[in-house]
């Protein structure tokens, strides 16, 4: 996307141009981030990660969390024995 002039208002405020904000999927009441770095105000979307979809839907396999990552991950877990592989 190529750079957009935008006015700095006498409250501080900022229009941000219509393609920027459909570019970046913002609607009104979007959560943004704001920080500075090297010279620049650098504006980004905050994304939140909702899980409330996720929650309570688990089934308790008897594995342990490091047990379930190992697994996850397709590394053999050593405290079971076997064939443990680098």
Do not use: C, H, Y
Request: positive net charge.
């Amino acid at each position: 996307m190529k750079p957009m002039d935008v006015t700095l208002a006498e409250r501080g405020q900022i229009v941000i141009p219509k393609e920027a904000r459909e570019a970046m999927g913002l609607k009104p009441g979007a959560k943004l981030q704001i920080r500075m770095a090297d010279g620049r105000l650098l504006i980004e979307k905050k994304v939140a990660l909702d899980l409330s979809r996720w929650v309570g839907k688990a089934i308790d396999d008897g594995l342990t969390t490091n047990e379930a990552l190992s697994e996850l991950r397709g590394r053999p877990v050593p405290w079971q024995g076997g064939d443990a592989k680098p």
